[in-house]
C-alpha cells in the first residue's frame, strides 16, 4: 500500500511536469518548427536516457526483447508523434486535447483485452467520469468543441489509440526489466527511425537564435518532459499497472490549465476548477480495486 502511494505521487508529479510541458512546448514553438523540435528532444533525451542506463545498470538485453522493444519505440514514439502532430495541424487543438484524453478509455480496454488487468464496472465509472472532467477544463464549460477538420480528428483518435497500446504493450517488458531500460531502449529506438527525417527538417540555426529563456524551456523539455517523466511513467506501470497508471493523464490538462494561468497569465475559469475536482475524484474512483 505504501509503494502504491508513492506512485500516485510521482505520477501526478508526471501530469505537473507533462502540464507544464505544454506551456513550454507553445512557447518554443514560436521559435522552433514542430518537428525540428521533436527530432532534438528525442535524440538528447535518448542520449541522456542511455548515459544513465550504461552507467548505472546492466545494458545488455536478449534480442527477442529488444525487438519487441523496437516495436515499442515505433508505436509511442516515431509513429505517434507524428499522427499527434499532424493531427494538430488538421484540425484545432481543442479537438485534439479532448480526443487524446481518451486514451485511459482505450487503455482500460486495451489491457482487459490482453489479459493483463481485470477492468471493472467501478474503473470504467472513474475513467468516464475523468474524460467529463477533461472535457469541461478544455471547453471552459461550454461543452462545445470547435468545428474541425474530420482527417485531423481522426488522426487524434488514432494518436489516442497509439498512447494507450504503448503505455498496455510495455507491462510485460516491466515485468522482467527496470523502467530505466525499457525506457531508454524503446526512446532509443524511436528516435534512431526519425532519423530519415534530419535533412528535411533539421534546422541547427532555429537553435542558435533561440533565446535564454527559451533555452531553459528546451532543457525542461527535455530533462524534466523526456527522461524524467518517461521514467516514472514506466516505473508507474510496473508498480501498479497499467490502466491504474494512464488514468492519471487525465490530470495534465488540470496541471497545464494551472501552469498557463500562472506563466501565461491566461485566463482560468470557476469550470475549469469544477472539471479539476472531478477529474481528481475519478482518479481517486478508478484507483479502487
Known amino acids: 500500500m505504501e509503494k502504491e502511494r508513492v506512485s500516485d505521487i510521482l505520477l501526478l508529479f508526471v501530469a505537473a511536469i507533462w502540464g507544464m510541458n505544454f506551456v513550454a512546448m507553445k512557447f518554443l514553438l514560436a521559435e522552433i518548427s514542430p518537428v525540428n523540435l521533436i527530432l532534438f528532444r528525442f535524440f538528447f ?3 541522456l536516457l542511455f548515459l544513465l542506463l550504461f552507467f548505472f545498470q546492466d545494458v545488455k538485453i536478449p534480442l527477442k526483447d529488444f525487438l519487441y522493444l523496437c516495436v515499442l519505440g515505433i508505436i ?3 509513429v505517434y508523434q507524428f499522427f499527434f502532430t499532424y493531427a494538430i495541424k488538421y484540425t484545432s487543438v481543442t479537438n485534439v486535447s479532448i480526443i487524446i484524453n481518451s ?8 489491457s482487459s483485452l490482453f489479459g493483463f488487468e481485470r477492468f471493472n464496472k467501478k474503473r470504467l465509472f472513474g475513467i468516464i467520469t475523468g474524460f467529463f472532467g ?3 477544463i478544455i471547453t471552459k464549460g461550454s461543452l462545445l468543441i470547435e468545428a474541425g477538420d474530420a482527417k485531423g480528428n481522426i488522426l487524434a483518435i488514432i494518436s489516442s489509440v497509439l498512447w494507450a497500446l504503448y503505455t498496455i504493450l510495455s507491462k510485460p517488458l516491466l515485468d522482467r526489466h527496470s523502467p530505466l531500460k525499457v525506457t531508454t531502449y524503446s526512446m532509443v529506438t524511436g528516435s ?3 532519423c530519415p527525417f534530419i535533412p528535411f527538417y533539421f534546422s541547427l540555426n532555429e537553435f542558435v537564435k533561440l533565446s535564454l529563456i527559451g533555452w531553459i524551456f528546451l532543457l525542461f523539455a ?3 518532459s523526456i527522461v524524467i517523466a518517461f521514467f516514472l511513467w514506466y516505473r508507474g506501470i510496473s508498480k501498479i499497472g497499467p490502466s491504474k497508471t494512464i488514468i492519471y493523464q487525465y490530470s495534465i490538462p488540470v496541471f497545464a490549465a494551472f501552469f498557463a494561468f500562472i506563466l501565461l497569465k491566461e485566463k482560468l475559469y ?3 476548477l469544477i472539471g479539476a475536482v472531478i477529474v481528481f475524484f475519478s482518479i481517486a474512483l478508478a484507483r479502487r480495486n
Open 76 to 78: 509511442g514514439i516515431t
Open 103 to 110: 486514451a485511459p478509455l482505450y487503455g482500460g480496454i486495451l
Open 45 to 47: 533525451g535518448s542520449i
Open 192 to 194: 534512431v527511425l526519425l
Open 270 to 272: 470557476f469550470s475549469q
Open 134 to 136: 477533461v472535457y469541461i
Open 222 to 224: 527535455v530533462i524534466f
